[in-house]
């Protein structure tokens, strides 16, 4: 079933949605796009209408004149003034772009300019001029910068076999080529992905010998060609940084123990800042006058003062960051006021950067949920505790996140759903726990996808539907999620429930959580689980106190239990009680009692709390000899609940059950059971099926799986419950 929901929290709302929507399942009803709090005015460059910034790409480069896209339509040249696009031929076989700031478009013979040893420059201004062709391979160089229109920054093996870092440029049939004076002696392995700003580039170099090599960074005059400043670096030369300038600062990126780091110099000072920017390897850096401003594509943009420290957040996401040679910046991505789109930052005295949309996002191929493949209902008893949700969406470049609500309590589970290998269609297996570890209560649930495109242009797509879980009843399930619930109190009286996992985990029955119900519980002399005794779907309590009298609590579900019900007195003549089996076939549990002499007594189950039992039949004698009645259930296969039932010398034997509140002749499980001071009807903990029992005991506590045969009745199974507490608890149930 769908419902309609609207953004940016569900959980909060979903009760109201629910109330007012009663959607079948059909067509779908796609959501309104979030509304955020904006982060500051962004203006339009201009009244008509801007450029396109092509579907499913991020800007990669640009200038006066226009900008650089990479993306789903490959390398394209977007101009300003609204005229037609130009895809950009990459030229070369395994060619890469270079990032330039300004309107030079430059590809290189290899993505990495380390190994670029041939570029081609077009200066975008005049696409009517000559392309400019440079081949370093012939200097024995390879690329580090872009610094014009002819005009690229190399680094050149000398003939010594050291490196120098040379201006070259192609003004006629052969390449000239200057020498950068001032740098480290031994200086080599030149890196920058920097844009010349006035002339000026930052580098980043390595120095020393190979088994103690340092970094540093460098300023480079390219006019003068002399180094004007240098710093020492953390970061390598060759390592992988984001390199920025500005007039007032240079800044470049680094890691600092486990996240990602900005050290920025201002320059007239060489005071140095450091601006942690989190774990995340790929974030776009740019400085914009004396304003650090960062981002990536599920984190904002933001803008930090390198003077007095103050953030503004300048975009909801990042795709794209680069610089340009008259010191501003462009941003693909998306903000709260503009949408998505590409936009320009500018420097402004005492202020954070403005902020001025420049192109829109192209408005082809609209990201949607098309389909939904969710059930209406599923019983995950029947699926192996796992539900296969789905949906089909209109393109496969997208973060689908997933988001179920348990209507009823609001709990929730979350999840990235990963792209498909192939086609459109998102899928994942939920194993029906939620995010605290526990397993899922049973009941109805909000299931809410959201998607945005990888890229981060244009608007979310949301979509909400219905569905519910549900499981087979489990008479010692106290929280309506179909796992067994232990109950425990300690010698102070306090009751504590584990909520176990609904199957085991590794082959370990685990708990998934412990909760602690009340305190007071040291008044009754004995407290059973007795499964569903007053009609409701889950399982309740009694407890017999010292004065004889006996009480029940009804299960609310919740893993509480409502206000004790009195039964009735003269239950002192009991020195066991066990409850939680239907002994005759009627689907109601039952209830058995053993008094000071001996005998048996059956209580029939009337599903009703306030008068739980019918009148005792005797079952009879010869009972006394047993130290430990556990009523079982079905553990046998035979026609309905079981009994086991612990002698003096501490052999376990079994009672199959008759269907009649009788049993038959007892059948030897095996000897040793002594070692436990409780045993414990626990429901079906494996969920195979079948009930099991639980044994506690100063030497540890196991789950015992039962086989549905009469001899070899059960298989021992390790559990984590009440490790190193076998003596903690007085009772358990």
Not at 43 to 71: D, I, K, M, N
Not at 556 to 585: A, I, M
Not at 659 to 665: I, Q
Request: proline share 5%.
């Amino acid at each position: 079933m769908q419902f309609r929901t609207t953004r940016p929290r569900l959980a909060a709302a979903v009760t109201a949605v629910l109330a007012v929507t009663a959607l079948g399942a059909g067509t779908l009803a796609t959501a309104p796009a979030a509304s955020a709090a904006a982060s500051g005015p962004v203006a339009a460059a201009q009244a008509e209408a801007l450029p396109v910034l092509p579907a499913g790409s991020s800007v990669t480069s640009g200038g006066s004149t226009g900008f650089l896209t990479y993306g789903d339509a490959g390398l394209v040249w977007t101009p300003l003034d609204g005229s037609a696009a130009t895809p950009v031929d990459l030229v070369y076989d395994n060619g890469g772009w270079v990032p330039t700031g300004s309107d030079v478009v430059a590809v290189s013979n290899h993505g990495s300019f380390s190994q670029a040893t041939a570029v081609t420059l077009r200066d975008m201004r005049d696409q009517a001029a000559p392309v400019v062709e440079i081949d370093l391979g012939a200097l024995d160089a390879h690329l580090v910068a872009v610094l014009g229109p002819k005009s690229v920054l190399a680094e050149v093996t000398a003939g010594d076999g050291t490196s120098e870092l040379h201006v070259v440029t192609q003004d006629g049939a052969e390449p000239t080529t200057r020498k950068i004076t001032g740098l480290p002696a031994g200086a080599d392995r030149f890196l920058t992905h920097a844009a010349a700003q006035g002339g000026q580039i930052p580098v980043g170099y390595e120095t020393g010998p190979v088994d103690a090599r340092t970094g540093g960074r460098a300023v480079i005059d390219a006019a003068a060609g002399t180094v004007v400043e240098t710093y020492d670096s953390g970061a390598l030369g060759s390592a992988p940084s984001a390199m920025t300038l500005s007039p007032s600062h240079v800044a470049w990126t680094e890691w600092s123990g486990p996240s990602r780091a900005v050290v920025s110099v201002e320059r007239a000072t060489g005071v140095r800042k450091t601006t942690l920017l989190g774990p995340d390897d790929e974030y776009s850096v740019a400085l914009v006058g004396d304003w650090l401003v960062y981002g990536n594509d599920w984190r904002p943009g933001r803008a930090v003062s390198l003077t007095d420290g103050r953030a503004v957040d300048l975009a909801e996401s990042v795709t794209g960051l680069v610089s340009r040679g008259d010191g501003s910046a462009l941003l693909s991505g998306r903000t709260a006021e503009g949408g998505t789109g590409l936009f320009r930052l500018d420097p402004r005295a005492g202020d954070a950067p403005a902020v001025t949309k420049v192109a829109e996002m192209d408005p082809s191929e609209p990201l949607a949920i098309e389909q939904v493949h969710i059930p209406d209902s599923v019983n995950l008893d029947s699926t192996g505790g796992k539900a296969t949700l789905a949906w089909t969406l209109s393109r496969a470049d997208v973060h689908l996140t997933v988001t179920l609500t348990h209507t009823a309590t609001g709990r929730e589970f979350h999840a990235d759903v990963p792209a498909p290998g192939t086609g459109t269609r998102f899928s994942f297996t939920w194993d029906g726990v939620l995010d605290d570890g526990t397993d899922a209560p049973n009941g109805r649930y909000a299931v809410e996808a959201e998607a945005m495109r990888v890229d981060g242009v244009g608007e979310p797509a949301y979509q909400g539907w219905l569905t519910s879980i549900q499981r087979n009843a489990n008479p010692h399930d106290f929280t309506d999620n179909g796992s067994t619930d232990v109950l425990a109190r300690d010698a102070a009286g306090v009751l504590w429930r584990d909520d176990l996992r609904d199957r085991p985990v590794s082959g370990q029955v685990k708990s998934a959580q412990r909760t602690r119900i009340g305190s007071g519980w040291n008044t009754y002399k004995q407290i059973e689980a007795v499964g569903n005794i007053g009609g409701s779907a889950t399982g309740d309590l009694i407890a017999l106190d010292g004065s004889g009298v006996l009480w029940s609590y009804a299960g609310k579900g919740d893993g509480t239990f409502g206000t004790r019900v009195k039964v009735g007195g003269g239950w002192g003549v009991y020195n066991k009680l066990t409850g939680g089996s239907d002994l005759d076939g009627d689907g109601r549990s039952d209830l058995l009692a053993t008094d000071t002499s001996g005998v048996l007594w059956f209580y029939k189950g009337t599903g009703d709390l306030a008068k739980p039992f019918a009148t005792r039949v005797r079952v009879g004698g010869g009972w006394g000899i047993y130290n430990q009645l556990t009523a079982v259930g079905n553990i046998a296969g035979t026609a309905a609940g079981d009994l086991v039932a612990r002698d003096t010398s501490g052999v376990l034997w079994l009672y199959q059950g008759t269907g009649k509140g009788t049993f038959l002749a007892r059948t030897k499980i095996g000897g040793g059971w002594g070692a436990f001071s409780q045993l414990v009807g626990a429901g079906d903990v494996d969920n195979d099926g079948r009930p099991d029992l639980l044994a506690y005991g100063p030497g540890g506590t196991y789950v015992y799986h039962a086989n549905g045969t009469v001899y070899g009745t059960f298989t021992r199974l390790n559990t984590s419950v009440f490790v190193g507490e076998g003596s903690k608890f007085s009772n358990i149930a």
